[in-house]
């Protein structure tokens, strides 16, 4: 049995929202929807999901890109509060992309159960590569495929929410960790591409507003720092974040972006 199966009772039927028993290939609620669980290990929640702008190479460069330290800061800030706030328990990192995050601030998975969930296949092929006990799925963030109350943190890195799935999962007591971009957030990605962008700068006032409307607030923690860049990885950051889709990156003026800001504010929180 692969580490998904072992884990079904952490999930539930997105159609039906019926339990889900494990089978050989996959998971399957009492109406017989029916989940494929891949060769790789990760369930497939949402087998009409498109590829969307989200491809390998995206991947790729964000995986070198994380790797390469920028966001240190901010994974062991999610560890602290995780530490703070919810020592044990499931966690769902919602928006996992390719699980870079998700491993890095849970690199033991046997620890406690750590479910990593994207609409983007790719993202989560690549999370499930090289195995671990991580549970990836694919699968819609405004139909999650857990059951109620069966987690204790819902992380939420850089990535679109659905805040009443997420309280809907959430164990009572249990918290939300949102990492959202402070307005200099890759601010040298801006001012290079500022021609071509629709907004030069960015708020975050909304986004904040919308947390605190759905959570009681715990903890809000802020992180900002400046670090040099290689060439290399200026080519990552430019493939991979979503400021420069659209742009044709041979337009952009890569030598001049010697620098990356990461300025984010982290939001802890337990539902209303
Ligand atoms: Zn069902």
């Keep these: 049995m692969r580490p998904i199966q072992n884990s079904a009772a952490l999930f539930r039927c997105p159609l039906c929202r019926s339990p889900l028993t494990a089978g050989e290939t996959s998971?399957?609620?009492?109406?017989?929807?029916?989940?494929?669980?891949?060769?790789?290990?990760?369930?497939d929640f949402c087998p009409a999901a498109k590829a969307g702008a989200y491809d390998d190479a995206l991947f790729d460069s964000r995986s070198r890109f994380i790797a390469g330290g920028f966001y240190t800061e901010l994974i062991e800030t999610m560890k602290a509060?995780?530490?703070?706030?919810?020592?044990?328990?499931?966690?769902?990192?919602?928006?996992?992309?390719?699980?870079?995050?998700?491993?890095?601030?849970?690199?033991?998975?046997?620890?406690?159960?750590?479910?990593?969930?994207?609409?983007?296949?790719p993202g989560i092929q690549r999370a499930a590569r090289g195995g671990g006990g991580w549970l990836w799925a694919v699968g819609d963030l405004s139909r999650l495929p857990l059951k109620d109350n069966g987690v204790t943190a819902v992380m939420n890195i850089l990535s679109p929410a659905n805040y009443p799935e997420f309280s809907r999962v959430l164990a009572p007591g249990g918290v939300t960790l949102k990492a959202v971009p402070g307005e200099?957030?890759?601010?040298?990605?801006?001012?290079?591409?500022?021609?071509?962008?629709?907004?030069?700068?960015?708020?975050?006032?909304?986004?904040?507003?919308?947390?605190?409307?759905?959570?009681?607030?715990?903890?809000?923690?802020?992180?900002?720092s400046?670090?040099?860049?290689?060439?290399?990885?200026?080519?990552?950051?430019?493939?991979?974040?979503?400021?420069?889709?659209?742009?044709?990156?041979?337009?952009?003026?890569?030598?001049?972006?010697?620098t990356v800001t990461i300025h984010l504010h982290i939001l802890a929180g337990v539902p209303r």
């Design 81 to 121: 509060l995780l530490d703070r706030y919810a020592p044990a328990g499931p966690i769902l990192d919602a928006g996992c992309g390719e699980g870079s995050f998700l491993k890095a601030v849970c690199p033991d998975p046997t620890a406690r159960p750590c479910i990593g969930l994207d609409l983007s296949r």
């Design 27 to 43: 998971l399957r609620c009492e109406k017989g929807h029916d989940f494929a669980i891949s060769k790789k290990g990760y369930a």
């Design 184 to 224: 200099s957030y890759l601010r040298e990605v801006r001012a290079l591409a500022k021609d071509r962008l629709r907004r030069e700068t960015y708020s975050n006032e909304r986004v904040v507003q919308l947390f605190g409307d759905r959570f009681c607030m715990l903890e809000a923690r802020e992180i900002c």
């Design 226 to 258: 400046t670090y040099p860049l290689t060439s290399a990885q200026a080519a990552d950051l430019v493939a991979m974040t979503p400021l420069t889709q659209g742009i044709e990156k041979e337009q952009l003026d890569l030598a001049a972006l010697d």
